[in-house]
């Protein structure tokens, strides 16, 4: 459906380059690459296809700006923290034109989104000058004792992914900065305009040059991937997106033994047993957890666990809900949902309402494609009857599609959330304390939200277990990823032992 894009206030953060050393640079070698509304298909403009020797320039510059940029305090970087802040926040408006315009976003959540990715830099504006080590008395005795201190892992490659423009790409830049490392971050190549005006708010703000890179491709990507995870100078790679890619760049990571945070697939169980305290709450909380983003996000419920005695009611009363969305254009009045980011995802939500039907999944609502809006739209979908057998218990769909399983009983649910090579997040509601204990400690995953469906928060240590990944965004350890521990040993005295050597 056509949308109208909203001009933006400041048109000069719409930025067709890739900022290196504190500048806004072309590719050398003229290569370019197209990016696209989602929505419309119509291009937006054009970012450099940056080459491995252009990528390898922001890696010297990052490395040129890191011994100054690690000896300053933690509360001089949380003040430039603050002011990446201001500026993210008086131009949150055109961050949220951007956000929509380049991956689909429905006005509302581009919203939501520039909050959450601001809430990162606040998080972490309040964590640099907390970066504290311990004091150990040494095994010994008096007179010696070791002091153990975190220091800033070097220069890190943060690799993020489309689905969150600026969130993602917050939540490792300003832990990144707040710990006093250098960045190199290559942003997806469907939403590299977001990034690119957070680099230009960060240059805006004082982050010195060479300090925050950002780094542009779309062809060259997999080159480009090589590069960030295989270059000496590379202290630490984050990243963000498939648990196939997560594992590629981990082995080419393994020749330099690279510090690694691996935030990657999902298949996220949402259980809700008859015990629930109310089945409105329990049906608002699925649809938050698996509509988000029209299903695009790593922790969306993938398989909707229901407990038989109010299954047909939990479906009912989900599927009247979902039927109320509104489907269209991100900037279009009222639209809850929009596209999804391309063909190739609308193809794999039809193969799996396709291959639930064929294995006789019912269809309540959607399973079709919406091409009266446009190539990239999929009705928001419900299904019931699902089993074990198909395609959606085991894959994530990323996508408006939501799966409905009915179990009996407490420990049968527990083995068929647990049944995923993956494990990021899992929901429980239920009104038993009791339970919610049991299964919140029983489920194979990194994060559980207790009757809520919403877990993301800079507060919480975001981050999976199982192929799902390790490390973790966010949070008072999320600084911990992007510091290295090192152990002084202070001796006032030496002890016998070592004087009668
Ligand atoms: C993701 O989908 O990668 C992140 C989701 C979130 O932070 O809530």
Redesign the pocket.
């Known amino acids: 459906m056509a949308h109208t894009v909203p001009p933006l206030k400041d048109p000069s953060l719409l930025i067709e380059k890739a900022w290196i050393n504190g500048a806004f640079v072309s590719s050398q070698t003229g290569q370019t690459f197209p990016v696209h509304d989602p929505a419309t298909g119509a291009v937006i403009g054009h970012c450099p296809d940056l080459t491995p020797p252009e990528v390898e320039s922001a890696i010297a510059a990052a490395a040129a700006a890191f011994p100054s940029f690690r000896a300053t305090t933690g509360r001089s970087r949380s003040a430039l923290l603050r002011r990446w802040l201001d500026q993210v926040l008086s131009n949150a408006d055109d961050l949220a034109t951007l956000i929509t315009w380049e991956s689909g976003k429905a006005r509302a959540d581009a919203r939501a989104e520039v909050s959450?990715a601001a809430s990162y830099i606040e998080w972490f504006a309040e964590e640099a000058p907390r970066i504290h080590g311990s004091i150990i008395p040494a095994s010994s005795g008096p007179g010696r004792c070791v002091c153990a201190s975190r220091e800033p892992v070097g220069v890190c490659a943060l690799i993020t992914?489309w689905?969150?423009p600026a969130?993602?790409v917050a939540?490792k830049v300003a832990p990144a900065l707040a710990a006093g490392c250098a960045v190199v971050l290559k942003s997806a190549g469907e939403t590299p305009f977001t990034a690119n005006a957070l680099a230009e708010l960060a240059g805006r703000a004082g982050v010195p040059a060479g300090v925050l890179n950002v780094v542009t491709a779309l062809g060259n990507t997999v080159a480009v991937g090589r590069l960030l995870s295989m270059d000496r100078r590379v202290k630490k790679l984050s990243f963000?997106g498939s648990t196939a890619v997560g594992k590629i760049l981990m082995a080419q990571a393994a020749g330099t033994l690279k510090k690694l945070s691996m935030?990657l697939g999902g298949n996220s169980p949402f259980i809700v047993f008859d015990d629930c305290k109310g089945l409105d709450d329990a049906v608002a909380g699925a649809l938050a957890a698996k509509f988000r983003g029209s299903g695009q996000?790593?922790?969306a419920a993938n398989r909707i666990f229901v407990q038989e005695g109010i299954y047909d009611e939990f479906a009912r009363r989900f599927t009247e809900k979902v039927e109320k969305f509104r489907v269209g254009g991100g900037f279009n009045e009222g639209v809850t949902h929009g596209p999804a980011i391309h063909e190739r995802a609308v193809e794999k939500m039809e193969q799996h309402v396709c291959d639930a039907l064929a294995k006789g999944a019912k269809l309540m609502t959607g399973g079709k494609r919406l091409p009266e809006l446009g190539g990239n739209f999929f009705a928001p979908t419900v299904l019931t009857g699902m089993t074990r057998d198909m395609l959606i218990f085991s894959e994530e769909t990323f996508g408006p599609v939501a799966g409905l399983f009915a179990f009996s009983t407490e420990r049968e649910v527990i083995e068929l959330a647990n049944d995923s090579e993956v494990g990021l997040a899992g929901y429980v509601f239920s009104g038993d304390v009791d339970r919610v204990y049991r299964v919140a400690d029983a489920l194979e995953v990194g994060m559980v939200g207790i009757n809520t469906g919403i877990i993301?928060d800079a507060v919480s240590p975001?981050g999976g277990v199982k192929e799902s990944g390790f490390g973790r965004e966010g949070s008072k350890y999320g600084i911990e990823d992007y510091t290295v521990l090192k152990a002084v040993t202070l001796c006032t005295k030496l002890d016998s032992d070592e004087r009668g050597r």
């Open positions: 959450y992914p689905n969150f969130a993602m939540r963000t935030e996000t790593c922790v993301s975001f």
